[in-house]
């Protein structure tokens, strides 16, 4: 889980992988606001797919290495592009490497089928489109990266 201070079930850590009984679950998430979800005043769970989505989402704008709450291996170092002269085009190839990396930590996550990114103002929207170990649906994912 991508909360793990508010998370309430026992988890077992093996090799720097977290496996969690059950199903794979998530607190519901509120991407425009950037906040969890309530359903009569209290947080509810979302499960896999869902879940997933929000893993991806908070993993993509989380710089790696940051917040003692996260393992070595939960975030992102695109934030390291910030300040780097470098072309859009370059720019674009190393967020999607990144992106990747960070993404396929996940061993829910059967494959990346594609990475679009847009440059809006501010910030790259990446578009990532993955399969899950759950169904063979194509999930996509928006991530506003402020960079």
Known sequence: ??????????????????????????????????????????????????ALKIWIYKAVRSDRFRYSAYSSRFGTEIFSLIGEVISEKLKKEEIKRYIIETVMVNPYIQSIEKIELKSKKSVMIADVYITSKFDNEVVNVECDIPI
Do not use: S
């Not at 519901?28 to 906040?35: K, S």
């Open 1 to 50: 889980m991508v909360l793990p201070y508010i998370l309430n079930r026992q988890i077992d850590v093996i090799d720097e992988e977290v496996y969690i009984p059950d199903d794979y679950y998530e607190y519901a998430y509120d991407f425009e606001n950037n906040e969890l979800l309530t359903r009569d005043g209290k947080h509810y769970y979302v499960y896999g797919n869902e």
